[in-house]
C-alpha cells in the first residue's frame, strides 16, 4: 500500500470508529488493531491521537459538506426548492448503517473547551454549514438571508437529534415541513 492509501485506510477506520464508539472510547490501539497497521505506522502520519481526530474531522467536515452539495443541486434547480432539500439530503443520512448522530456535535461534547482545537474544528465545520445555507438564501432572493439560514440551521441541528434519539427518518421530512412554512411567510 502506498503511503497515501495507508493514511487513507488509517483515516477511514478512525472516522468509523469515532462514529461507532466515541472521540473518547476510540483508542490508538483499537484503531491500530481495526486498521491492521503497526502503532509506529499511525504514529508516522499522525504524531498525536488529537492530529488524528483533526485529520478526520477535517475529511468528514469536506466529504459531507460536498456530499450535500452535490445531493442539492442534482434534485433541484430552483434556489428556493434547493433549501428545501437540504432535508432530503438529511433523512438520505439518517436511513445509512452509518449513521449515529453529528460526529462534530459529539466531538464538541467530548472536547468541550472553547479553546480546545477538536471543539473548534466542529465550531468552523457548523459554520460552513450555516454559510452553505445563507448562499442558498441569497441565491433564493431572500432579504433575511442571515435569519432564514440561521432559522434551516436550526432545523437541520433538530433533525438530527430527533433522529439519533429516535432512530428513525421523520425528523428529516417533519423539519422540512415547517422550513417550507418559514419560507413561505
Not at 104 to 122: M, T
Amino acid at each position: 500500500m502506498k503511503r497515501s492509501e495507508i493514511r487513507d485506510h488509517l483515516l477511514d477506520t478512525a472516522i468509523a470508529l469515532f462514529n461507532k464508539r466515541g472521540f473518547h472510547a476510540a483508542g490508538i490501539d483499537l484503531i491500530i488493531a481495526e486498521a491492521k497497521v503497526a502503532k509506529t505506522t499511525l504514529y508516522r502520519h499522525f504524531p498525536t491521537k488529537e492530529a488524528l481526530i483533526l485529520a478526520a474531522l477535517k475529511r468528514r467536515d469536506e466529504f459531507g459538506r460536498g456530499e450535500m452539495r452535490k445531493f442539492v443541486e442534482t434534485r433541484a434547480s430552483d434556489p428556493r426548492e434547493r433549501l428545501l432539500v437540504t432535508f432530503d439530503y438529511l433523512e438520505a443520512w439518517f436511513a445509512t448503517d452509518s449513521f449515529k448522530g453529528c460526529p462534530f456535535i459529539s466531538a464538541a461534547g467530548e472536547h468541550g473547551e472553547a479553546d480546545d482545537p477538536v471543539f473548534q474544528a466542529a465550531v468552523h465545520h457548523k459554520r460552513k454549514v450555516l454559510a452553505y445555507f445563507r448562499e442558498l438564501a441569497v441565491a433564493a432572493g431572500y432579504g433575511d438571508a442571515d435569519d432564514i439560514a440561521r432559522e434551516i440551521n436550526l432545523l437541520h441541528e433538530g433533525a438530527v437529534a430527533v433522529a439519533q434519539i429516535a432512530r428513525e427518518t421523520s425528523s428529516a421530512q417533519f423539519a422540512k415541513k415547517m422550513a417550507r412554512r418559514l419560507l413561505a411567510t
